[in-house]
């Protein structure tokens, strides 16, 4: 019982900077993409695409400050924003920035799938130290990812051509991530399948 006031107050630190780095997190990612809706429901798309690439660059010196490196999902999509963002402007031409999910979501792909070939699953080089899986489960992993890429890619290409300006900026803030994040919760059940846990070493003495 003594102990349990002990552990209390280390509790609201730990929490409270664990939601600080989350905030900055959530910020580093979505933060251009909200600004980008936010950019264009204003002042119309090139002023949106403008601010895009603004506060992308924002957010590469921010994640290279907190963490001292840049996330690869991000510089890739920084990439490509610069490109594609700079020809919508100079061309005034919208389609360059709607095809820029595509093209990242096909790079994304062929990333995964040029590991697979290779035989060195790149989900486990750059998950490995958060989750541990069997060398087949990084596999069927980094496998559905790419698949999961592919299709996201064709469905921008659905949607930019079929729908409004308007209509596509906001499946592109509001569809994509909920797809995402529903797709890596439907990949749970697999990565507890493949979890490569290290045995309870107390097994034996408990015996």
């Excluded at 006031?5 to 580093?28: H, T, V």
């Excluded at 090139?46 to 957010?59: E, G, I, L, N, S």
């Excluded at 919208?94 to 096909?106: A, D, S």
């Excluded at 529903?182 to 290290?198: C, I, K, T, V």
């Amino acid at each position: 019982m003594p102990q349990q006031p002990d552990a209390a107050p280390g509790a609201g630190p730990q929490n409270s900077e664990s939601g600080g780095a989350l905030a900055i997190k959530l910020a580093i990612e979505l933060g251009p993409l909200l600004v980008f809706f936010a950019a264009n429901a204003a002042a119309g798309i090139y002023a949106a695409t403008a601010c895009f690439m603004a506060v992308t660059v924002v957010a590469l010196a921010v994640a290279w400050w907190r963490y001292h490196k840049l996330p690869m999902m991000l510089l890739v999509s920084a990439v490509v924003v610069f490109v594609f963002g700079t020809l919508t402007l100079y061309l005034h031409d919208e389609t360059f920035i709607k095809l820029k999910p595509t093209i990242v979501y096909l790079a994304f792909a062929a990333f995964l799938g040029g590991g697979l070939l290779l035989k060195k699953p790149v989900l486990e080089l750059l998950l490995g130290s958060v989750f541990n899986l069997t060398e087949p489960g990084w596999r069927k992993l980094t496998a559905r990812w790419a698949l999961f890429f592919i299709a996201m890619a064709v469905l921008n290409e659905l949607v930019w051509r079929n729908v409004s300006t308007d209509a596509w900026v906001s499946f592109k803030a509001f569809g994509f991530l909920p797809l995402t994040f529903l797709f890596a919760l439907s990949q749970m059940p697999l990565m507890q399948r493949y979890s490569d846990a290290p045995a309870d070493k107390d097994t034996g003495t408990n015996a």
